[in-house]
């Protein structure tokens, strides 16, 4: 599978961002799916993960009650709606696909990043 994130950009803290990612590839819906971020000088951290349904969804504490992942089978896309940024949140933010749903943390396919960047 491949994958296209998109809808980063620049927003002021207590702002508000969607991210998509969009998956090539007709089998979707049997890809368990997550969106990790990256900020300068750091490690890649989770975010958020949703099962193949949609049906569970998992979160890192630091996004917990702010951010929420979906996904659209019918339109191959998955997506973070991200509420009240903080500048800690500026990162860039890759999606990730994985068929096993193992573990939220191990993925096997991962899209190219786009930047959010939170100003205060």
């Known amino acids: 599978v491949q994958l296209q994130a998109s809808g980063g950009g620049l927003v002021q803290a207590g702002g508000s961002l969607r991210l998509s990612c969009a998956a090539s590839?007709?089998?979707?819906?049997?890809?368990?799916m997550g969106w990790f971020r990256q900020a300068p000088g750091k490690e890649r951290e989770f975010v958020a993960a949703?099962?193949?349904?949609?049906?569970?969804?998992y979160y890192a504490d630091s996004v917990k009650g702010r951010f929420t992942i979906s996904r659209d089978n019918a339109k191959d896309t998955i997506y973070l709606q991200m509420n009240s940024l903080k500048p800690e949140d500026t990162a860039v933010y890759y999606c990730a696909a994985q068929r096993r749903g193992s573990s939220y943390y191990d993925y096997d396919y991962w899209g190219q990043g786009t930047l959010v960047t939170v100003s205060s």
């Open positions: 949703i099962n193949w349904s949609g049906g569970s969804t």
């Open positions: 590839g007709r089998t979707f819906s049997s890809y368990f």
